[in-house]
């Protein structure tokens, strides 16, 4: 006998109150073990018809259970209620059972404002928005007056003002006032999400009753709806009543003080978050790291986090977010690797910074131990994991493995479609991204300017002219995006490349905006090639004015006259050029040996031990020179 069982020794184990009791344990402990020894005993007791005890135990199946054993307690309800519907209808959309669900909904003779709100969450929480709606209208038609509840739901599911304001009459219409605290907080959230943040101030001030979640609510709302300084006067505001700032406060005005790279506001909102208590916090050390780390105050960031007394998996993540930001990889890898010993179980967002903060420089064996704990894990459905591994692998050359993760996902956003698009085209397989972006448009979600950009690149760099200009020519009409300074620079580097200088200065001019000094330059790719040295004189010069100490227009000019053997210019554009230029080299390379990546800028080695490879490297050339190899 289970040892609940004997607890209850002396009650009588045949009445409705002793096995009340016991399915209540049940429901406290959870354990479908002890669920199914006291079902069996309903079942021996022929209590498995009654209703109330009935709809408990399904309850129960619903939560722990499977679902055929909750179907099979709901099959023994002799006399069904509205309740026994409404728990079985839960509980099949708790199991992802949506036909079921939906053929039981339409089995149903009864339904009340539980019934349809129950459908009308479960089709929202699998994303099936349209359906959602669609059973709210019919849920209108069959004469059921919707609930708080039901509003609630309802306002998650605007995704723009007209339905927003839409969402809001039928509240106003169906006499619900803004007492209800709830009510009035998820319309302030729903206006911020859509930007309308006068709307929200106009729920906000016409509420009866406000909490701190009113606060939190307003104080997003102008955030989202890019009025940061606005958002961080709400929350001085919100110091003056009577509502206290809590966590989710400070680490929402924290977070705006790091978009805003305001550190001086955000120094002022930490410490005042030591004052109050919130330093043991997570989600506000998080967000203070965060901050710290935007600003460019790494080192700052690095001495709070060591000052921990315990890891906490959310403030790990921002560690990790940071040091990948700042260049330190394996710094990155190091805290993860502590992580893991620390036994914290990596979440989907510590995978997605790991890859996509430090693939520039993960070694390629790195990354696919990265890629087997992601399986291991369970979190390689995840579709911002999955993104991340395509970029990772499109990045150290593995293109067949990022297209193989691609094809893989279950679910494909336009983040997903756009990077194997890039990933493609910067590994060579121009028309294979061009193929993909063909599946995109038939199958995948609209494109937008990222997506036809990396079509254009994937244009450019197959030297494919009348696929380029085809795209490029119906991007306004056909996808309803306006060409941007990158998309008029790939056309333009397209065209220059094939000596089609004239159709490149016909675009130029047309540039809705002053061209840039890349713009220019991609016109001088064919300077070569080009006949007409004033057309390449005139050019340079712009380049000039737009920076004078750049070398680029200098060395194109001197090119071109030396092509053409005038001496005498390119000696006076060469002292030119040194005295109004400046000679510096940006361009970095990272050579990968073992777990070292060794890093090359402006000809000197900043890794450890730079002079004893450079000792070496003279070694073994003077060692060609002589004929030892």
Not at 310 to 321: G, P, R
Not at 422 to 442: Q, R
Not at 498 to 504: I, N, T
Request: glycine share 6%; net charge neutral.
């Amino acid at each position: 006998m289970h040892p609940i069982l004997r607890q209850v020794n002396g009650r009588h184990r045949t009445s409705l109150s002793y096995y009340t009791y016991i399915l209540d344990r049940c429901w406290t402990i959870k354990s479908l073990n002890f669920v199914k020894i006291t079902h069996a005993q309903l079942i021996k007791v022929g209590f498995n018809t009654h209703t109330f005890l009935g709809n408990r135990s399904l309850d129960i199946y619903c939560q722990c259970g499977t679902v055929d054993d909750a179907l099979k307690v709901f099959d023994d309800i002799v006399h069904k209620n509205c309740i026994s519907w409404n728990i079985c209808l839960k509980g099949l959309f708790r199991h992802g059972c949506l036909e079921r669900a939906r053929m039981l909904f339409d089995q149903m003779t009864l339904r009340d404002v539980v019934t349809w709100n129950s459908m009308i969450s479960g089709y929202l929480s699998y994303g099936l928005i349209g359906y959602a709606l669609v059973l709210y209208l019919k849920m209108q038609n069959a004469g059921v007056r919707p609930n708080q509840y039901t509003f609630s739901i309802l306002v998650s599911l605007a995704s723009c003002a007209h339905q927003g304001k839409q969402i809001h009459g039928s509240i106003i219409r169906n006499a619900f006032n803004l007492s209800n605290v709830v009510l009035g907080n998820s319309l302030i959230s729903m206006y911020g999400k859509l930007g309308h943040v006068d709307y929200a101030y106009g729920v906000f001030l016409t509420m009866v009753k406000v909490d701190a979640i009113s606060w939190n609510s307003l104080i997003w709302s102008c955030h989202q709806s890019g009025y940061g300084e606005l958002a961080l006067d709400q929350f001085y505001l919100m110091r003056t009543t009577q509502h206290v700032p809590d966590q989710f406060t400070m680490s929402t005005v924290i977070s705006i003080c790091c978009i805003m790279r305001d550190l001086d506001k955000g120094k002022q909102i930490f410490a005042f978050c030591c004052k109050v208590g919130f330093l043991s916090n997570s989600i506000v050390l998080s967000a203070a790291i965060d901050l710290l780390s935007k600003c460019n105050r790494l080192e700052d960031a690095v001495q709070l986090f060591n000052e921990l007394n315990n890891l906490e998996l959310a403030v790990c993540n921002s560690m990790i977010s940071s040091y990948a930001g700042h260049g330190f990889g394996e710094k990155a890898i190091k805290l993860f690797v502590l992580m893991l010993k620390e036994n914290l179980r990596p979440t989907e967002f510590t995978f997605s910074s790991i890859l996509s903060s430090v693939s520039g420089i993960l070694p390629a064996d790195q990354g696919s131990q990265i890629h087997s704990f992601v399986v291991k894990m369970g979190v390689e459905s995840d579709a911002i994991v999955s993104c991340s591994l395509v970029q990772m692998y499109s990045k150290v050359g593995l293109i067949d493995y990022a297209m193989k993760v691609f094809v893989n996902m279950t679910e494909k956003d336009l983040v997903s479609w756009n990077t194997i698009i890039i990933g493609l085209t910067h590994n060579g397989y121009v028309f294979k991204a061009l193929d993909i972006f063909k599946e995109l448009v038939i199958e995948g979600p609209h494109p937008d300017h990222i997506t036809l950009l990396g079509v254009l690149l994937a244009c450019n760099y197959g030297n494919l002219v009348d696929e380029g200009m085809e795209i490029f020519s119906c991007m306004e009409q056909e996808y309803g995006i306006i060409p941007e300074c990158e998309h008029y620079l790939c056309i333009i580097d397209l065209l220059s490349g094939v000596g089609k200088l004239k159709e490149a200065m016909n675009i130029i001019a047309e540039v809705p905006f002053e061209p840039s000094f890349m713009l220019w330059r991609a016109v001088l790719r064919c300077s070569d090639i080009c006949a007409d040295l004033k057309l390449v004189e005139s050019v340079a010069e712009r380049m000039m004015e737009i920076k004078p100490k750049s070398s680029l227009p200098y060395l194109v000019l001197a090119r071109a006259y030396e092509i053409r053997g005038r001496w005498e210019s390119v000696i006076r554009i060469r002292e030119a050029m040194k005295r109004h230029c400046m000679n510096d080299m940006i361009e970095c390379s990272w050579l990968g040996i073992k777990n070292h990546v060794y890093t090359f800028k402006a000809d000197q080695l900043l890794h450890h031990g730079g002079e004893d490879i450079y000792i070496i490297l003279k070694l073994l050339f003077w060692q060609l020179e002589v004929g030892y190899i």
